[in-house]
């Protein structure tokens, strides 16, 4: 059971409460007292869908990686714009099962988000014991080249990153 905090997570009560003042263009007395009111209570409601988020082992790590991953997007909309523009016979697609090493719910959805994000991949489902998932490739010569690549571009700097 979880023990009952009055204010579960200051962080979230001062984002909320400064997104409202800014949706609002606004440093009024009234509007402040609101929107901590409701950076409060927003989430206390919803603490039970929060997951907890690991602690980052390697910040700079993060950075470095943040910044990969952002390059790998740019790279891979300019390989599916030349796969899409190109001759349909040259693209190779397939549904890929890769087996998980990540347990943490939290990192397990940065992975998949990553997946999703980058053009050409697609996480497409999650085994219900988070141990394997599919995703779909739109070119995918070599399944097992993509497993490979995605276990350690991704999956393995996630797992050094946060602690799990």
Avoid: Q
């Avoid at 993060?62 to 790998?72: A, G, I, K, S």
């Avoid at 959805?109 to 014991?129: E, H, K, M, R, W």
């Avoid at 995918?140 to 995605?150: I, L, M």
Wanted: glycine fraction near 6%; hydrophobic fraction near 55%; include cysteine.
């Amino acid at each position: 059971m979880k023990r009952f905090r009055l204010l579960p997570n200051p962080a979230l009560t001062l984002l909320l409460a400064g997104l409202w003042l800014l949706l609002n263009n606004t440093l009024g007395g009234g509007h402040i007292v609101l929107g901590l009111f409701l950076g409060w209570a927003i989430p206390l409601l919803v603490s039970d869908f929060l997951i907890e988020i690991p602690r980052v082992r390697k910040p700079l790590k993060l950075v470095r990686f943040m910044l990969m991953v952002l390059c790998d997007i740019v790279v891979a909309n300019i390989h599916v714009a030349k796969l899409v523009l190109g001759p349909k016979e040259k693209l190779r697609p397939a549904f890929i099962l890769m087996p998980m090493r990540i347990e943490n719910e939290f990192v397990l959805a940065v992975l998949t988000s990553i997946v999703s994000l980058t053009p050409g991949t697609v996480s497409a489902g999650l085994s219900p014991d988070h141990k394997s998932l599919l995703m779909h490739a739109l070119d995918a010569p070599d399944v097992e080249a993509v497993v490979a690549e995605v276990m350690n571009r991704y999956e393995a700097p996630l797992l050094e990153i946060f602690e799990c």
